[in-house]
């Protein structure tokens, strides 16, 4: 009943920018959190960025400094700006999100489908 639309992946030269998109859709009570992970091949699932309702951040130690996440809270929509891309940041990026439904449900999480980030050099 939520979904979660992505958007922004692609093919890119190391040094090259990103922007993925995601948003929320359906029945939203509210949402307490929204980020973004990514899997590479042969690699466990890894935490890139998230967002928190109150604007608390927290980055992936390696896309410090080049990742920036934002969200826009009316369209419950969250960004990731990815500058300096390289190579290692080839993944599959998935947006997540927090979902309270309802005012009697609890907080449960949702992912997108995935879009494919390739960065190559």
């Known amino acids: 009943q939520v979904q979660l639309v992505e958007s922004g992946g692609g093919l890119v030269q190391a040094g090259d920018s990103l922007r993925l998109s995601c948003a929320a859709s359906?029945?939203?009570?509210?949402?307490?959190?929204m980020g973004w992970y990514r899997q590479a091949p042969g690699k466990q699932r890894e935490l890139v960025a998230v967002?928190?309702?109150?604007?608390?951040?927290n980055y992936a130690e390696s896309v410090k400094g080049r990742f920036t996440i934002s969200r826009d809270n009316a369209k419950n929509t969250v960004l990731l700006q990815m500058n300096s891309l390289k190579p290692e940041d080839t993944a599959v990026y998935y947006c997540?999100?927090?979902?309270?439904?309802?005012?009697?449900?609890?907080?449960?999480?949702?992912w997108g489908q995935g879009t494919q980030v390739t960065v190559s050099s």
């Open positions: 967002l928190t309702s109150g604007g608390r951040t």
């Open positions: 359906g029945s939203i009570f509210s949402i307490n959190r």
């Open positions: 997540n999100a927090a979902v309270v439904t309802t005012l009697l449900s609890g907080e449960n999480d949702y």
